[in-house]
């Protein structure tokens, strides 16, 4: 199993919406995802961003909210794919799979230092760890 970090968005616009490409590509697949936010205002823009990238392509996928759980507490078992934008992650126990992501900004100390105590906690268990610069 691996987990992939994607770090380097300059900021939370350039972050969703490479989230929402790559959840697109779930949707194609129709992948159960869930998407874990900070909080219930970086969901909220999360949403406004998925509304206008659908305005922008007619790709409907990016309004499908049937296979998506959007959230901003722990993780649950039984995701295909899991994209972590938070800063209340930090393990994933049994809840990780081939198909985890985790995104991290420049601007935000509090989702950098949870992704880095992510980073460790996985590395510590074994799991091979990915990480691109975006």
Known sequence: MSVTFFSGFSNK??????????????????????????????????????????????????????????????????????????DKILDLNEVANENTFVYTLQSDEEINNASRKLYANLKDKGINVIHEAV
């Open 13 to 86: 616009i350039e972050a969703f919406d490479f989230i929402a490409e790559n959840i697109f590509t779930g949707f194609q697949v129709k992948n159960k995802i869930c998407v874990a936010f900070k909080n219930s205002e970086e969901l909220e823009d999360f949403n406004s961003l998925r509304d206008r990238k659908f305005f922008e392509t007619k790709k409907i996928e990016f309004l499908c909210i049937k296979n998506l759980s959007l959230i901003t507490e722990q993780i649950e078992e039984g995701f295909d794919e899991i994209h972590i934008f938070s």
